[in-house]
């Protein structure tokens, strides 16, 4: 996730909305959904944690 993403610079809204792209365009997402994750759901990968929004 870190190398990936650059988790440790998510500082502001536009660095979420990046964050949340780049989820989409990779097919994590659905991936994320595939596995029962909903809308509100707290999801952690590796030390990462946040919360899914539709």
């Known amino acids: 996730m870190e190398r ?5 610079k998510l500082n502001t809204e536009e660095d979420y909305y ?14 994320l959904r595939e596995a029962g994750v909903k809308d509100g759901d ?9 919360e899914f929004v539709e």
Do not use: K, P, Q
């Open 42 to 50: 707290t999801v952690r990968i590796e030390n990462f944690e946040f």
């Open 18 to 31: 990046l964050f949340a792209n780049r989820m989409r365009y990779l097919g994590i997402d659905n991936l």
């Open 4 to 8: 990936n993403f650059n988790i440790s």
